[in-house]
């Protein structure tokens, strides 16, 4: 039994990782401002983790609960392009001076590894497909700068302080407790949302563009994978399906659960956007032994009956 400690453990990919760690009964101790993470996100392991409502920028506040800890899954960041267009201090400050504290902090405790999350949004719009970790990167927003100078910044701290620090690089994650209403929030939730409230569903661009659509549980499971695996110290690597879908061919299969033919709302493309976005996924199969376990559909179909569910609830 190890003892994870899980920044941003609140959050939507965050509470997934709390949740398959309780299952596993592992120790788990989250760390999270509940800025965009919620509480009842872990209500169902409440009971069994325990919770520190803190910000990553505060170094003196965090350092005292890395103490012990086996491994950090460091998933706390202020999320979204959009956001970090719109305010770039703060995206600097939590995503890249906040991460140098999670860092530090797991130095100083002689914590085992550290798995950072890492984004594809620091390819941008390299046109080269599919995207493979030796590309060059081009990151097109504070976000996307941000997500790869915590990638660096991990790779200095295995090398010089021997922290050992593994960064993957999500696609496009969705699934169940994604915040639909957040404006800084994935496209799936909101289209998803859309259907349920029976309201038009809007696009940003024609619709060609592409993603490598990655159901949450896929990156959960990769992200534990990461946490162990042999020889991954200092990599960083892709986590995606491999397999890339048109915001369009998404309305499409939506069309298909819901059963009905709902036309999508055009509006002009937004600025820091890559148009298309696919994973190689071999790195990943090479050294943590993943393999996606969820299909875009399959994935899509289980957050279809997840809004379901919750609208019940209401």
């Given at each position: 039994?190890?003892?994870?400690?899980?920044?941003?453990?609140?959050?939507?990919?965050?509470?997934?990782?709390?949740?398959?760690?309780?299952?596993?009964?592992?120790?788990?101790?989250?760390?999270?401002?509940?800025?965009?993470?919620?509480?009842?996100?872990?209500?169902?392991?409440?009971?069994?983790?325990?919770?520190?409502?803190?910000?990553?920028?505060?170094?003196?506040?965090?350092?005292?609960?890395?103490?012990?800890?086996?491994?950090?899954?460091?998933?706390?960041?202020?999320?979204?392009?959009?956001?970090?267009?719109?305010?770039?201090?703060?995206?600097?400050?939590?995503n890249i001076t906040g991460s140098l504290n999670v860092l530090l902090a797991a130095r100083?405790?002689?914590?085992?590894?550290?798995?950072?999350?890492?984004?594809?949004?620091?390819?941008?719009?390299?046109?080269?497909?599919?995207?493979?970790?030796?590309?060059?990167?081009?990151?097109?927003?504070?976000?996307?700068?941000?997500?790869?100078?915590?990638?660096?910044?991990?790779?200095?701290?295995?090398?010089i302080y021997g922290l050992e620090t593994v960064a993957l690089r999500y696609f496009n994650?969705?699934?169940?407790?994604?915040?639909?209403?957040?404006?800084?929030?994935?496209?799936?939730?909101?289209f998803v949302a859309a259907y349920h409230r029976r309201d038009t569903p809007v696009i940003?661009?024609?619709?060609?563009?592409?993603?490598?659509?990655?159901?949450?549980?896929?990156?959960?499971?990769?992200?534990?994978?990461?946490?162990?695996?042999?020889?991954?110290?200092?990599?960083?690597?892709?986590?995606?399906?491999?397999?890339?879908?048109?915001?369009?061919?998404?309305?499409?299969?939506?069309?298909?659960?819901?059963?009905?033919?709902?036309?999508?709302?055009?509006?002009?493309?937004?600025?820091?956007?890559?148009?298309?976005?696919?994973?190689?996924?071999?790195?990943?199969?090479?050294?943590?032994?993943?393999?996606?376990?969820?299909?875009?559909?399959?994935?899509?179909?289980?957050?279809?009956?997840?809004?379901?569910?919750?609208?019940?609830?209401?």
């Open positions: 039994m190890a003892l994870y400690l899980v920044t941003g453990g609140a959050g939507f990919i965050g509470s997934h990782v709390v949740h398959e760690l309780v299952r596993r009964g592992e120790v788990v101790r989250v760390l999270d401002n509940l800025s965009t993470g919620r509480i009842a996100n872990l209500a169902d392991v409440s009971e069994q983790i325990t919770l520190y409502e803190m910000d990553i920028c505060d170094l003196g506040r965090i350092s005292q609960h890395f103490a012990d800890a086996h491994y950090v899954i460091h998933l706390a960041a202020l999320p979204s392009v959009a956001r970090s267009i719109a305010d770039p201090l703060s995206a600097n400050a939590v100083d405790a002689g914590v085992k590894r550290l798995v950072f999350a890492a984004s594809a949004a620091a390819y941008g719009d390299n046109p080269t497909m599919p995207r493979v970790e030796t590309l060059t990167p081009n990151p097109l927003s504070p976000y996307a700068l941000a997500k790869l100078a915590g990638e660096y910044y991990c790779q200095i701290f295995t090398r994650i969705f699934g169940p407790r994604q915040n639909p209403d957040s404006p800084y929030t994935g496209v799936l939730s909101k940003f661009g024609d619709g060609e563009q592409s993603r490598d659509f990655t159901y949450v549980d896929n990156v959960v499971d990769a992200t534990l994978r990461a946490c162990a695996a042999t020889g991954a110290a200092g990599k960083v690597i892709n986590v995606g399906v491999g397999r890339s879908y048109t915001l369009n061919q998404t309305i499409g299969l939506l069309n298909g659960i819901f059963g009905r033919q709902v036309k999508p709302k055009y509006d002009p493309p937004r600025k820091g956007d890559a148009l298309h976005s696919l994973a190689d996924i071999s790195l990943a199969r090479q050294m943590l032994g993943y393999e996606p376990r969820v299909s875009f559909e399959e994935g899509l179909r289980r957050t279809v009956d997840w809004f379901r569910l919750e609208a019940t609830k209401i």
